[in-house]
């Protein structure tokens, strides 16, 4: 097929079933109260979605997980944007606009776990499209950790409570009075901060497909 195959962002199909990090569990490691389990569980998202999908610094799905990838036609890869468990259905509006589905036996999943791409089977012809300005072919499929990297979860945890901290505290000034000798502030926060987020980069580095931590 030579006709243009613009790209379309990928969707996910239903919202996340969990979260890598429950909320006791990010309870317990923030020593937090009963009455704060609203901002731990606001935390806990606001770790989790900078890190997870298609446009997370991961580049790639953390939890299992359905995505569709649409593109404008067929060609001979239809690449995949994270890595990939299984592709599930492949589906395309015929000339005439009716969805039609691609037997499974006519594709396979080429490299799930690296740059995975959709390519047909040897000797199978991809069918035609609709002739429109818009998606004509989807790849539905599933990703994320079947078992969960320890690594991610702890600088997931590492963050949740980095940010619970700083809540609590509610300054960046420390001030210590010394008896019969007067008072000295100064700002410890920022290096603090700096530091956690450098063990927690390097904690997530070994998992980045992107280069980006």
Do not use: H
Not at 54 to 76: E, I, K, V, Y
Request: negative net charge; contains cysteine.
């Amino acid at each position: 097929m030579s006709r243009p195959t613009a790209r379309f962002a990928p969707e996910r199909l239903a919202p996340l079933p969990a979260l890598p990090v429950t909320l006791s569990e990010a309870k317990a490691y923030c020593r937090s109260e009963d009455a704060d389990d609203a901002i731990v569980a606001g935390l806990i998202s606001a770790a989790v979605e900078p890190l997870d999908g298609p446009a997370g610094t991961l580049g790639r799905c953390l939890m299992p997980q359905t995505w569709r990838q649409p593109f404008a036609g067929f060609r001979d890869r239809l690449p995949l944007p994270v890595p990939v468990n299984t592709v599930s259905e492949v589906a395309y509006l015929d000339a005439d606009g009716a969805m039609k589905t691609i037997d499974p036996a006519c594709y396979q999943l080429v490299d799930p776990a690296g740059l995975p791409y959709v390519a047909r089977a040897k000797g199978f012809a991809w069918p035609a499209t609709i002739e429109a300005d818009r998606a004509a072919v989807f790849v539905t499929f599933s990703a994320g950790y079947e078992t969960f990297p320890n690594p991610i979860k702890q600088a997931i945890l590492l963050d949740v409570r980095r940010a619970y901290g700083a809540l609590k505290a509610g300054a960046d000034l420390k001030k210590e009075v010394v008896e019969g000798v007067g008072s000295q502030e100064w700002d410890v926060s920022n290096s603090l901060d700096g530091k956690i987020a450098d063990i927690i980069s390097r904690m997530l580095a070994p998992y980045s497909r992107l280069g980006l931590l």
